[in-house]
């Protein structure tokens, strides 16, 4: 019986991903704990300690050796804007990255000032969401390796329709349980479609040069994540009089800019398996990977257990 898991890209792209993150929660942890005992006098800490992970990076940065390239075609920052299905997955992923950040940017500021949560219970929920990540990572690497990136851009897509409508429904019914579970969803869509931007890359790129793809595809994707960002201030600005209801208005705009993106996946030419198809076994998917995680901590406790026997 071939595994849903088996070693491919998508889930080596995740796995990659997953360990900065895994790396990162003390430094979240530590956050919530500077925020809650020192307020705003934490944000000084927190560049500064920004300021010299940064100079920390570049150091390793200089460790890491070059690859040589065996690629058969030259570099050029031109090809991919000569590459049809690029330009059409990249416009449909920027589309998403547009709508996304036209609503993330505020989502900290809507429950800070209109559901009134402290600053300390906000970077808690970051940090649920972040854990969520780790976890959504592998997960969808392993819809990207067994369904396609089409299906993982579109399950991204309806997640945060979902998380949106949960964020509307938090201002009217005060459950701080909707609230964790629209961060909880928002650890998904918020890294799932890098997985299926680098997969996709990696597969029409497999003669070539992909890195003046990755760089193009990034580059519309920030440039679409800072209108959207800046989008969403401007209309909150000019809806400055519906007070708190100006939140609602700039989220529904999120949420049907990007389920219009749903049906014009239809034009980017991938060989997957349908969305449908994806979200009927995703439920099978699932569990196959918890049981797969079951089986990978048993080896390692029992292999700890028996290296601590010998020892004796």
């Known amino acids: ?9 998508g889930e080596r792209l995740s796995k990659r991903l997953a360990y900065g993150k895994i790396a990162a929660i003390p430094f979240l942890a530590s956050q919530i704990w500077l925020f809650e005992k020192l307020d705003r006098s934490a944000f000084s800490i927190l560049f500064f300690s920004a300021f010299l992970s940064g100079i920390a990076s570049v150091y390793f940065l200089r460790k890491v050796e070059d690859v040589k390239s065996k690629r058969i075609s030259e570099p050029s920052l031109i090809l991919p804007f000569k590459h049809s299905n690029f330009l059409k997955w990249s416009l449909l992923n920027s589309g998403f990255c547009f709508s996304l950040s036209a609503s993330r940017t505020f989502f900290a500021v809507y429950v800070l000032h209109v559901l009134g949560y402290p600053i300390w219970l906000v970077l808690a929920l970051a940090f ?5 990540s780790v976890y959504s990572l592998r997960f969808a690497g392993a819809i990207s390796d067994r369904f396609g990136n089409k299906p993982l851009l579109a399950i991204s897509v309806a997640f945060f ?4 409508i949960l964020f509307i429904l938090s201002n009217f019914n005060a459950s701080f349980g909707i609230l964790l579970f629209a961060y909880i969803l928002h650890g998904f869509y918020t890294y799932a479609p890098n997985i299926a931007f680098m997969n996709a890359v990696a597969d029409m790129t497999l003669r070539k040069h992909s890195a003046p793809f990755y760089a193009i595809g990034n580059w519309m994707q920030d440039i679409f994540s800072a209108l959207g960002s800046i989008f969403g201030g401007i209309l909150l600005v000019n809806l400055a009089f519906l007070g708190e ?3 609602i208005v700039l989220f529904l705009f999120s949420f049907t800019t990007s389920l219009l993106l749903i049906p014009l996946l239809r034009f980017y030419d991938e060989f997957g398996q349908s969305t449908s198809n994806a979200l009927i076994n995703m439920p099978r998917l699932f569990f196959e990977d918890l049981g ?16 601590k026997e010998s020892e004796l």
């Not at 649920?128 to 969520?132: P, Q, Y």
């Not at 797969?292 to 290296?307: C, D, P």
Request: aromatic share 16%.
């Open 1 to 9: 019986m071939i595994s849903f898991f088996d070693a491919k890209l």
């Open 128 to 132: 649920v969401a972040h854990l969520s």
């Open 161 to 164: 329709d979902l998380s949106i």
């Open 245 to 247: 209801k100006s939140y």
């Open 292 to 307: 797969k995680i079951y089986r990978e901590l048993k080896h390692f406790f029992v292999s700890r257990i028996k290296s």
